[in-house]
């Protein structure tokens, strides 16, 4: 597995949605476990989201359940996030990671393939 790369952030009012989209390169992405973490300004990098390598199982931060959802398309190389009911406080920078095989881990020392980060900001 090659570079990610993170899209689909922007500048939005709360209550609205967006869905971030992390591409990835290379052949093997259908064998990596893949993840998001956001990280605010002056605090710790913390997990969103993650979803395992088959898909078929997924972790969410007790923050974004109910509101965001972790998705895969294999065929795209791409991993998505769709993020509903924004608030201002998930107002962050937004990372995608990856590690080969593996389930939906939500600490992000698992994980050893990262992007660049995506912009997110929730105006109240």
């Known amino acids: 597995q090659g570079q990610l790369v993170e899209s689909g952030g922007g500048l939005v009012q709360a209550g609205d949605s967006l869905r971030l989209s992390c591409t990835a390169s290379g052949r093997s992405f259908s064998s990596y476990a893949m993840a998001w973490f956001r990280q605010a300004p002056g605090k710790e990098r913390e997990f969103v989201a993650a979803i395992s390598w088959s898909g078929g199982s997924t972790s969410y931060a007790d923050a974004v359940k109910g509101r965001f959802t972790i998705s895969r398309d294999n065929a795209k190389n791409t991993v998505y996030l769709q993020m509903n009911s924004l608030k201002p406080e998930d107002t962050a920078a937004y990372y995608c990671?990856?590690?080969?095989?593996?389930?939906?881990?939500?600490?992000?020392?698992?994980?050893?393939?990262w992007g660049q980060g995506t912009q997110v900001t929730v105006s109240s």
């Open positions: 990671a990856g590690r080969v095989w593996g389930t939906a881990f939500t600490d992000e020392i698992e994980y050893d393939h």
